[in-house]
């Protein structure tokens, strides 16, 4: 049992690239998440997928759309990557959105 | 929401009880204190969780107060490995989004 499983672990972008998070998990939860964290500040929700076949904006959605292929996995797209989105984003999953559990990151530096 | 006030930083001897406090003065009936970590270059850990009674699972306990104006996480028998920020969170079981704010939380530190 993985947990939640997020690729790449690290990458670093120019401005302007694009790029996709992966997230997965096995625990058939049927909600899940994505957070940015920045140095000295706590988690802020980017989006979450409910359950499979709906997404919705979190606090801080501007620069970023999401997909909920499947049950399983949900994937985070910058399409044109800018300095401030350089951070580090955690995915996140739990069953009828009770207790989350995270994945291990993934730092993201856009030059 | 309800928010809560953590310590920012506590030293626990390893071995020994770790108590960690926090209050949450404006929590409502339905609001639940959540527990998590996050250890250095981590994803945050969950660890317990309680409405109303006490707690306890194979990581601590959660001791909450009768007027659940506050509570307190005890990690029995502190180790190096639990040397984290421990973030004390107060949500509705159905806040949207199955919401989690998370604060500054109390940066533990166990020494030998």
């Known amino acids: 049992n993985a947990g939640v499983t997020q690729t790449p672990k690290f990458q670093v972008l120019k401005t302007g690239q694009s790029m996709t998070l992966q997230c997965a998990q096995d625990m058939n939860h049927n909600s899940m998440y994505w957070y940015r964290q920045d140095p000295g500040m706590g988690l802020r929700l980017i989006y979450y997928s409910a359950s499979e076949g709906t997404t919705d904006k979190g606090e801080v959605p501007n620069g970023y759309n999401v997909s909920r292929l499947n049950k399983r996995e949900f994937s985070l797209r910058l399409e044109s990557a800018a300095p401030s989105q350089t951070s580090v984003y955690f995915c996140?999953?739990?069953?009828?959105?009770?207790?989350?559990?995270f994945g291990p990151g993934t730092r993201l530096l856009v030059l | 929401d309800a928010k809560t006030t953590q310590p920012p930083s506590m030293d626990c001897a390893e071995g020994r009880a770790a108590n960690l406090p926090c209050n949450h003065s404006t929590i409502s009936g339905n609001e639940y204190v959540y527990w998590y970590r996050q250890i250095h270059s981590q994803g945050p850990q969950y660890i317990i969780h309680g409405l109303k009674n006490n707690e306890t699972n194979e990581m601590a306990s959660l001791i909450i107060t009768e007027d659940r104006k506050s509570s307190t996480l005890i990690l029995p028998h502190a180790t190096l490995r639990d040397t984290a920020v421990y973030y004390c969170i107060v949500r509705g079981r159905t806040d949207s989004w199955g919401k989690l704010q998370f604060g500054a939380g109390t940066q533990v530190v166990v020494t030998p």
């Open positions: 996140a999953s739990s069953f009828n959105q009770e207790t989350q559990y």
